[in-house]
């Protein structure tokens, strides 16, 4: 995708330029969101036949800004059990995300509807890359947690780093350097 021309076309075109003051507000106030040590967490999509994520999920393609703590999260569904299973793609692959990319079973998860009182109700199940992305924001929560002076970026290089990525073959690989330690880990631009 060329990301840059697909959004000049669409928002340059308003005369009054509203919406790119907007946009740029936007981006701005997420760079600010990381900044104070946020970690942004995009769900990338629900297309199998899409070879890339979302345009919102690569945003750190054309605002490189973002870059340091971002996570585009896709979908997938996991059977098996723990020592044998099988990771079966749903979502949008990660594509031009692959180094900020991650994805998680998102597929049939029940959530709670409400409570009576009595009894508790639980909704039909859903799928998507929706369900998937706050697992993963779950995650950074538990790192946050256990380290709590890793900044937005530490936090987002420590969960990349120690992804399992057993059931692929890397495509790529990225040296994580935050912590000073050279971690190297695969990524792909499927997972």
Known sequence: HNWNNAFQASEIQDENHESVTRYQNYITSLNNLQSAGAVIVFASGNYDGESDVSWYGALPELHSELAEAWLSVGWVEITGNIASNTVSLKGNKCGTAKEYCLVAD??????????????????????????????????????????????????????????????????????????????????????
């Open 106 to 191: 998102g597929h049939e998860i029940r959530t709670a509807a409400y409570f009576d009182g009595t009894d508790n109700y639980y909704s039909n199940s859903g799928s998507g890359s929706s369900y998937s992305a706050p697992m993963i924001s779950g995650s950074i929560a538990l790192l946050k947690q256990a380290f709590p002076n890793h900044t937005a970026e530490q936090l987002t290089d420590r969960l990349l780093a120690s992804a399992n990525n057993s059931f692929f073959s890397p495509e790529g690989n990225t040296t994580f350097t935050t912590h000073g330690n050279g971690i190297t880990h695969g990524y792909h631009s499927t997972w």
